[in-house]
């Protein structure tokens, strides 16, 4: 079989216009990688952001007699559909607490409920025809308000939508992070300067860096497992609590932290532990005052970067049972507590549209808390490594 | 007195023996010192033995003075428990000083007891291990002796139905049917989706970050991907159930198909998504690990770059591309909450990726967030189903790390 010069050349062209379209083809597929974030942001920004405005509505307040039993009294009829039934409920309080405010009349600004919210951020409501036409006319009056969602932020879970707020879970995540934090950085640092500083190497030595590797990869649903049936069913600590919860999670982070602070102790050169050794200097001596300092920023970065995982980790926590509601914090270790992750499951679950918004907003604001600690974590990195 | 009164008072006492004992330990070698001897060690270092041989052994007493109570349901009070620790710290105060004496190495004493209580640290990675083994096992064989192993292996009906009637002493639990394979099933449709999605989208972009593009690319593509792995998978779960699923429901509808909002290919493509960076960023290293000289060569017996690249490249790479992709999987199987979020609950043997499925961990969520007893047949099964999920899982892990030893050690890289 012979080929003609113009066969081979046809040939050759065909190949080259081949290499160029995987070039196209791999091209296009980091593209697709990146269009998938970008898409997947775009979608949360315009789930979550109306979450931080709030509708709230002028009205005026009758403080009268039957106000004091019924805080529905205080208000015109018609109001009553669409304000916030927190409102109604503070009402007899307030005036038991204040009995000459009898009689008075005052002009407020109070939250609407979330049918009203979410009417005049155009999603679904339920809201009658004449209530939404009764809303227009507060609108046009000016009476009805979007302002900033402050709620949102200084308040714990609430089954009433426009009253629930996140504090109660940004709470019980700081809760559980200084428990992770407290027992997963001492053991980790100790354990990877174990074996990166004081261990032989032997058969012990050997399958403690296999095990290592393999936590790293078991689900994290298996470490809830755990959690459940040895800290709470066998040691007895109290279910839901910050305690239980971080214990679990700092099983989870300890590989993390170990992997990546043992890459921060090799990176620190020989030259040095010798030089400390040459002086005199015991082993613990070396490692304390020299490699550790030296060791610090990688460890610190690693330590980081796992505190960010372990702050987005749901499956284990719903297994020890940190999914409860909470509608007021306590700063306390061994109470039921929520977590951040845990708060935007719970309310994904419920099914009013203004929760759809709480979930978004709540995603919102998690993700902007990890990507703070990610992008810190880099500027560590950048600011302190050093190259020897 | 509460036993948390007691604590505090027992830590109390410790923090005072210990700064007598360092102290004490201090000034005596200092006195040693200034009459002239030359010592082994510094004063500090004597003063820092004496309190390690203070609090040491006390904390160690009370520790295994705890762990016996809690293990062999010993009744001791925890008063006498704690004044034992404090007699024992207040022995160790007193042979401690004693023998702060010139010919004695503090240092080396002080090197070994360092040396055991950071080996002891690095033996809680491998308690934990043990910890999930024993937790998972222990309960699921309890399991197994209600059900036996066999039906839980091959049934194809999960229906845990009355076991919980069954616990509390009513019923005689029957009607409860533990077959696993529908769970199993329905895993392996949405880790098979995943997959799908993963490995060609992050093969192709680790080829292209690693073979074409031009450095200051590469450097902003790679964090940027890594971005994709740190979204937290309850946010995924969010995405899949509230933006993918309708779509895919309005995309089938016009093509004329019935989908479920809870199908399989919803949460499959999301946790596609999310396991990309994992295949991109192990693949791109293993890539940039193929020695140049294969690239030179192919390209010196005059074939293309896409040539080489599909030739020699990712067949050199593919060890570590399949190992890559092995954690993939074993990653999709074990993801929990997108498909707790996104997927069905109802078990069902089905290979319509529209119709909804359920997975294991959905399975394992259920059972345990339940109001059931913790003794029921289906909070335990649980534990056979998390036992199932971590043989499989080990099992990937294992290979995936032999394939990547393979490869390390086939062209001597070191940074894998």
């Known amino acids: 079989m012979s080929h003609t010069f113009d066969d081979i050349s046809q040939q050759l062209k065909h190949r080259h216009r081949k290499s160029t379209r995987l070039k196209w083809i791999t091209m296009g597929s980091l593209g697709l990688a990146g269009l998938f974030l970008v898409l997947f942001f775009a979608d949360m920004l315009n789930k979550g952001l109306p979450a931080f405005q709030q509708a709230y509505i002028q009205v005026e307040i009758n403080y009268n007699e039957e106000a004091e039993t019924d805080g529905r009294q205080a208000f015109d009829e018609e109001l009553i559909p669409i304000i916030s039934r927190t409102m109604v409920r503070v009402i007899p309080m307030e005036l038991r607490n204040n009995p000459d405010m009898i009689g008075t009349s005052t002009n407020e600004w109070v939250l609407a409920t979330s049918e009203v919210d979410q009417y005049l951020k155009g999603h679904r409501s339920s809201l009658s025809p004449e209530e939404r036409a009764a809303i227009d006319e507060r609108v046009e009056a000016g009476q009805v308000d979007m302002r900033f969602n402050t709620t949102f932020f200084t308040n714990g879970d609430s089954k009433i939508a426009e009253y629930a707020g996140i504090l109660s ?13 407290a027992i997963s950085f001492p053991i980790g640092v100790m354990t990877a300067v174990y074996l990166e500083e004081f ?14 590797n393999n936590l790293a990869a078991i689900p994290s649903i298996l470490f809830g497992l755990l959690g459940l049936a040895i800290f709470i069913n066998f040691f007895g600590v109290p279910r839901s609590s910050p305690l239980a919860g971080g214990m679990t999670l700092a099983l989870m982070t300890l590989p993390v932290i170990i992997i990546s602070t043992r890459a921060a102790l090799r990176s620190v050169p020989d030259s040095i532990r010798h030089a400390a050794f040459g002086v005199g200097c015991s082993r613990w001596q070396v490692v304390r005052d020299h490699v550790l300092p030296l060791a610090m920023p990688g460890i610190m970065t690693g330590s980081i970067i796992g505190l960010a995982q372990a702050m987005g980790e749901t499956a284990p926590l719903i297994i020890v049972g940190m999914v409860a509601f909470i509608p007021d914090a306590g700063v306390s270790f061994t109470e039921a507590a929520t977590v951040m992750p845990a708060q935007i499951f719970t309310w994904s679950g419920e099914p009013e549209q203004a929760f759809v918004e709480k979930t978004a907003g709540g995603i919102l604001v998690l993700l902007t808390i990890l990507i703070s600690l990610n992008a810190f974590a880099v500027v560590l990195r950048k600011k302190f490594e050093r190259r020897w | 007195m509460q036993t948390n009164q007691l604590l505090l008072i027992f830590c109390a006492a410790l923090l005072l023996l210990g700064l007598l004992a360092f102290f004490a330990g201090r000034s005596k070698a200092t006195r040693i010192r ?3 001897t030359a010592m082994f060690a510094q004063p500090d270092q ?5 309190v390690l041989s203070t609090a040491g052994p006390a ?7 705890a762990f016996v109570l809690l293990l062999m349901g010993a009744n001791i009070p925890t008063l006498y428990l704690l004044a034992a620790s404090l007699v024992v710290a207040a022995i160790g105060l007193l042979v401690s000083l004693n023998q702060v004496k010139p010919d004695f190495h503090a240092r080396q004493a002080m090197e070994r007891v360092i040396r055991m209580i950071l080996a002891s640290a690095a033996l809680i990675s491998i308690f934990t291990t043990f910890g999930i083994l024993f937790s998972i096992i222990s309960e699921a064989v309890r399991f197994f002796k209600m059900h036996s192993f066999w039906e839980f292996i091959t049934g194809t009906t999960w229906s845990p139905g009355a076991s919980f009637l ?21 895993t392996f449709m949405i880790t098979a989706i995943a997959m799908l999605v993963a490995v060609p989208v992050g093969l192709l972009s680790a080829i292209y970050m690693s073979e074409y593009a031009p450095s200051k690319v ?10 994709l792995a740190g979204i937290p998978t309850v946010v995924y779960g969010f995405f899949a159930a509230i933006t993918v699923a309708p779509l895919i429901v309005t995309l089938a509808g016009f093509l004329g198909l019935d989908a479920s909002y809870n199908n399989a290919l919803a949460p499959g493509i999301v946790m596609g998504i999310m396991i990309i960076p994992f295949i991109s960023s192990l693949s791109d290293d293993v890539i940039n690990s193929v020695p140049d000289t294969m690239r030179q060569g192919s390209l010196a017996l005059g074939m293309t770059k896409g040539e080489t690249i599909r030739d020699v490249v990712v067949p050199a790479a593919l060890p570590g591309i399949i190992s890559a992709s092995l954690l993939g999987v074993s990653r999709a199987m074990g993801e929990t909450m997108i498909v707790v979020m996104a997927a069905g609950m109802r078990p069902n043997l089905t290979a319509n990726p529209l119709e909804d499925m359920t997975t294991v961990t959905v399975r394992i969520v ?24 971590f043989a499989v899982t080990l099992v990937l892990n294992l290979v995936s790390v032999l394939m990547i030893r393979r490869f390390r050690e086939k062209y001597r890289v070191n940074n894998l």
């Open chain 1, 169 to 181: 879970a940004v709470i019980g995540t700081v809760m559980t992070m200084i428990v992770t934090l």
């Open chain 1, 199 to 212: 261990a032989p190497d032997n058969r012990f030595t050997q399958a403690i860096e296999i095990n290592i």
């Open chain 2, 34 to 36: 200034s009459a002239g």
């Open chain 2, 46 to 50: 004597y003063a820092w033995f004496t």
């Open chain 2, 59 to 65: 904390l160690l007493v009370s520790a295994l003075g």
């Open chain 2, 166 to 186: 069954a616990a509390a002493g009513r019923g005689d639990g029957g009607g409860a049917e533990f077959g696993s394979v529908p769970l199993f099933a329905g």
């Open chain 2, 218 to 227: 590469r450097t902003v593509a790679k964090p940027v991907l890594e971005v």
């Open chain 2, 366 to 389: 259920a059972a345990l967030t339940g109001d059931q007893e913790f003794e029921s047949a289906e909070t335990l099964s649980a534990f056979a189903l998390g036992l199932v999920l």
